[in-house]
């Protein structure tokens, strides 16, 4: 073999032309990126996550990302002396609580990611656009409750979450405009909505990300989380599940603690007109990339 081509130069280029074939398969396609978990916290990551974002988006891709922020929302309240329950992985939110988490949400976290996207995209013009649920009436919402079954009794009693939410109608109009905008905007939302009487509502991030891909008939959603995936009774990466595997790994108990609302908003948004979702570890530089320009992926992908 030519000694030339195992230089670094010639690595590179070979594989940004193996890209190629993907780079036009997400050309003017829809991609809504979830992103929180650790990787959100750490400012080297953040900043590498910032700058793939903006390489996607000088892909060609229309490009909306969905943060979370439940770590930073704990810290804050635990700062202010206000004590956190949750129930099925959602946070009670009454009245402070939801006044720290808009706070956090949509002021802290969400200006951070758009101004570390703007300076990444600097010399190109790409900028972070950050918003909430609230803008524009981007997601209505509606109380959410749940029911606990006490394992004694055995009867089911209903939960109060207080404020928090769940989405009753999304409207992308906003969204669309700025990803197909002459000018390259990517917009950040916060899980942040608003009822139809005008009260605030903290919403889960997911499914935020999972109503939002739905509306906009997304081809990809990515679900960039603190684990590889889903793992199989080997702990190695189920590469692909249909919609019936996904739900058969949460009957069958494969799934398990925080990968069950993942794989349900994963089952939801394939439901709701998009085409794949993707489960993979955000804490890993560059997963988005090895995700969509190279033929092994780096997650789990959950189809109809």
């Known amino acids: 073999m030519n000694k030339a081509a195992e230089e670094p130069g010639w690595a590179t280029a070979r594989t940004l032309a193996e890209a190629l074939p993907y780079i036009q398969i997400y050309g003017r396609q829809t991609v809504v990126i979830k ?29 909306v990302i969905v943060h979370g922020g439940g770590p930073q929302i704990s810290a804050m309240l635990e700062k202010a002396a206000v004590k956190s329950t949750f129930v099925d992985g959602l946070r009670v939110t009454d009245a402070a609580t939801m006044e720290v988490a808009e706070m956090v949400l949509s002021g802290a976290i969400n200006k951070e990611i758009a101004s570390w996207i703007t300076q990444a995209g600097a010399a190109a013009d790409v900028r972070g656009v950050g918003l909430s649920g609230k803008d524009a009436r981007l997601i209505t919402v509606e109380k959410a409750t ?48 608003v009822s139809a009487d005008g009260q605030t509502y903290n919403i889960n991030a997911d499914t935020v990300a999972g109503a939002l891909a739905g509306a906009l008939k997304a081809k990809r959603m990515l679900l960039l989380t603190d684990v590889a995936g889903v793992l199989d009774a080997n702990g190695e990466i189920v590469r692909e599940l249909s919609i019936a595997q996904a739900r058969a790994a949460i009957d069958s108990g494969l799934a398990t603690g925080g990968m069950i609302p993942k794989l349900l908003t994963a089952v939801a948004a394939v439901e709701a007109g998009v085409e794949a979702v993707v489960i993979l570890d955000g804490r890993r530089p560059h997963a988005l990339l090895v995700e969509l320009f190279t033929e092994h992926g780096a997650g789990t992908l959950v189809r109809a």
């Open 146 to 193: 749940r029911t606990l079954r006490d394992p004694d009794s055995n009867i089911e009693r209903v939960v109060d979450l207080g404020f928090v939410g769940e989405p009753s109608r999304v409207d992308p109009k906003l969204i669309v405009d700025l990803i197909d905008s002459a000018d390259a905007y990517i917009p950040v939302i916060a899980p942040i909505g």
């Open 35 to 63: 992103y929180g978990g650790h990787a959100m916290g750490e400012a080297a990551l953040a900043r590498l996550f910032a700058a793939d974002a903006v390489l996607l988006k000088l892909l060609g891709l229309r490009l």
